[in-house]
């Protein structure tokens, strides 16, 4: 994979360079070092969130000790099948014994995702934007601009229980207005 360095052509545009040659930045490092079994990362556009939290997920599911599929939520369809396709890579560069289902039916009411499987058969899947999806699946939740859902409330309500019996969850967002649910737990977390 390349890297970005001050050496690179596109180092003239970019806003942070690392100081060596590195696969994350340092923002990016500590989110996926982070173990905490609800996280909140109230972001900027485009800084490699999701990108980063792919790798997190496939360096953790791939462990032969993994013991949950984890159920990642994204804005739309596009963007769940560009997630999966960040796993795909990411599971190339470290090994990690990986196979692309494909497109899934994940329930009797026709829901689907994106399904990546690991060597010891846990399973990510990448799906739109749909909250009945989420019903009851377990495992790990990631939920991938949270804010631009069109119900997130409803997204929240269903996913959150999935993580009762273990797992846990991370909510990735840029903002969608004051009134946004996402913004309500942002300010609740600061006050």
Known sequence: MAVRTKDTPFAGKAKIIPARDT???????RWIKDDSRLKLMEKARQIGMSWSTAYRLVSKKSLTDARLDAWISSRDDLQARLFLEDCKNFAAILQAGAQDLGERV?????????????????RLHSMS??????AGKRGDRVLDEFALHPDPRKLWSIAYPGITWGGSMEVISTHRGSANPFNELVQEIKH
């Open 23 to 29: 696969l994350l930045l340092g923002y990016q490092a």
């Open 106 to 122: 994940i329930d009797d009411k026709g829901h689907s995702a994106y399904v990546l499987q690991f060597a010891n058969t846990l």
């Open 129 to 134: 934007s749909n909250p009945d999806a989420q």
